[in-house]
């Protein structure tokens, strides 16, 4: 998943207020000279029921079924007495069955998929529901009976016959039609009802409390906590990104721009290097080992890790961009390597009791915006082997006193006085908010201290909310304390039992002859996608006190996850000047 940020896309909000207005791809009749239409049988892709092996037609794909998964589709269709619409159903029903993890749905009657739901497509754009006349017309990879009369129709042997065919199929095409049209009107109400239901339901808890699962009330800022459908929806799109000029950016700002995630994420190859360079680098680690990729977003390290010679690798993602991992897997022929499994760690049922190997990349600006990581590590103590390895192993988190007048003078103090007017409200969560910036090592006005280290193998969720102690001294004259620099070191070790220290800095650990592999965040490195966490410090009316070399500040930084939203985190820092001021505040991520 990616890590990074929740960006909105904002084409995908941009739903049709009327049928009128949306392109149905089954909807022929507005086509002109569709009759004469040729099938691009080249674009043909018809997806296994079973698995996400591709065929060029229905006929391969039913006798694949039948010999590697003992399914015959024609035979339980005849037996269960489908029609179209149960067809249909079958077909989505095994499909969400297989993508939940159930590698062999139970088809024993009609109840198991008789659910309305079943008429809406578990695979979008499925080509075999737009050839299920193949299926319900005839044996699949069978020819049709030759029964005299079809044989002077072929032949062309009297015309009256070849008018009588012309019109049967003039017949077939209206009633695939009808019934395509049907289907369409099926699968509009089926999810009018489910958002009616929402809505409904959205009415229901406008007071303070609403019922839990178990009875029990459950207070709505609960439930508004629990709720991360927004976060999962933002990695699902692969949109335009714009350029963003300034300086800096809030979450806010990030949010609102609907950046292409996964190829600025992509692109970033600082972080994406890294991982490849540890999977290749160490392809005696990964050898004939069980993967599990957390949060696979593209399926770039599920690659990584197959082409380094994984036996099998379990990509995870409860994002719409798994639809697309899985194409890529199979276009670059590592299907029968990579398994790619739609929704929560948490929720899916993997085809594994465990894995060797859990490879993930989680991290979020100052680390742990968007908590990713509390299910990477409900993965580890579920799946991963006593003797497993988490790629990353090492979180250093990184911290320094931030001195920058003219960021001050250019974007703050400039607002009051614009052309003599004062524009004060312009200011508004200037400090409250963390900048996401890429700053210059000469802004620093000490050298940075780690306050805190994440090993992978061994840290808890009760772990990410915590306050530390720091301490920095200033390596010199400053006008002002302007604020705080938070960033993040990431360190790749190929065995659990090596350590790496706290203080130990990315940039710096090759260069010293450490094995394993590391990128830093942080000043001192290229920049990456995650630059640094600004915090600007809110003197209020008070003036600021100029520091001198030397002086040392001591204090505490605090983590915790937002009341209202666990994705979104807040940060506390209190700090104490020796000889001087003293101060404390807490910024948020949105």
């Not at 700002?253 to 992509?266: F, K, N, R, S, Y």
């Not at 070790?493 to 350590?499: I, K, T, V, Y």
Request: aromatic residues 8%; hydrophobic residues 35%; contains cysteine.
């Amino acid at each position: 998943m990616a890590s990074g940020i929740t960006y909105a896309h904002h084409h995908s909000s941009a739903s049709a207020s009327s049928d009128s207005e949306l392109s149905d791809p089954l909807d022929l009749r507005d086509e002109e000279g569709w009759e004469d239409a040729e099938p691009e049988e080249d674009n043909e892709r018809i997806v296994c029921l079973f698995s996400d092996e591709i065929f060029p037609d229905v006929p391969s794909m039913i006798r694949h079924c039948k010999d590697n998964f003992d399914f015959d589709f024609k035979k339980v269709q005849k037996e269960l007495a489908l029609d179209f619409y149960g067809a249909v159903k079958l077909i989505n029903y095994i499909r969400s069955e297989v993508r939940a993890g159930n590698s062999i749905p139970t088809v024993l009657s009609k109840q198991s998929f008789e659910d309305e739901k079943y008429l809406h497509p578990a695979l979008e754009d499925d080509a075999l529901l737009f050839n299920l006349d193949e299926i319900l017309g005839r044996n699949a990879g069978d020819e049709p009976e030759d029964d005299g009369q079809s044989r002077k129709f072929r032949t062309g042997s009297a015309n009256a016959d070849t008018l009588t065919g012309v019109n049967e199929l003039k017949e077939e095409l209206q009633r695939l039609q009808t019934q395509f049209s049907d289907y369409r009107q099926a699968v509009k109400k089926t999810l009018d009802e489910s958002l009616d239901a929402k809505d409904a339901s959205l009415a229901e808890q406008s007071s303070s409390t609403a019922p839990s699962r178990n009875g029990q009330h459950k207070n709505v800022k609960d439930e508004k906590k629990e709720d991360d459908s927004h976060y999962f929806v933002s990695y699902s799109y692969n949109g335009e990104a714009p350029v963003i000029t300034l300086g800096c950016v809030t979450i806010r700002q990030l949010i609102g721009a609907g950046l292409d995630i996964h190829e600025t994420m992509l692109k970033d190859t600082v972080r994406t290097d890294a991982y490849r360079d540890f999977i290749y680098d160490n392809k005696n680690v990964f050898k004939s080992k069980v993967v599990l990729d957390v949060g696979c977003g593209t399926g770039i390290l599920s690659m990584f890790c197959a082409k380094a010679g994984a036996r099998k690798v379990i990509a995870v993602d409860n994002s719409d961009i798994i639809d697309k991992a899985r194409e890529n897997v199979f276009e670059n022929g590592l299907g029968e390597t990579i398994t790619c499994l739609r929704g929560k760690i948490e929720d899916v049922a993997l085809p594994v009791q465990q894995v060797d190997i859990i490879v993930s990349e989680w991290m979020g600006y100052c680390l742990l915006y968007e908590a990713m990581l509390d299910s990477v590590l409900w993965a580890r103590d579920h799946y991963l082997a006593p003797n497993g390895l988490m790629v990353p192993s090492h979180i250093n988190l990184h911290l320094a006193p931030l001195t920058d007048s003219d960021y001050i003078t250019d974007h703050i103090s400039f607002w009051n006085s614009v052309y003599g007017f004062k524009m004060s409200s312009m200011l508004a969560n200037i400090y409250d908010d963390v900048l996401i910036r890429h700053l210059t090592p000469n802004l620093l006005a000490s050298a940075p201290t780690a306050f805190n280290q994440l090993p992978l193998h061994s840290v808890t969720t009760d772990d990410l909310t915590f306050a530390k102690r720091f301490s920095v001294e200033l390596n010199q004259d400053i006008e002002s304390l302007d604020g705080w620099v938070i960033w993040f070191d990431t360190f790749f070790l190929s065995s659990r039992e090596d350590s790496v220290p706290v203080g130990a800095r990315a940039e710096e650990w090759v260069k010293q002859g450490h094995k394993g592999v590391a990128f830093t965040t942080g000043p001192g490195g290229p920049e990456t996608h995650w630059r640094q966490g600004v915090l600007l410090v809110d003197h209020g009316k008070k003036r600021p006190e100029p520091l001198s070399k030397g002086q040392v500040i001591d204090g505490e930084v605090g983590y915790k996850k937002h009341e209202d939203n666990a994705r979104e985190l807040d940060i506390e820092i209190s700090w104490n000047v020796q000889g001087a001021e003293s101060g404390k505040q807490r910024w948020f991520m949105r």
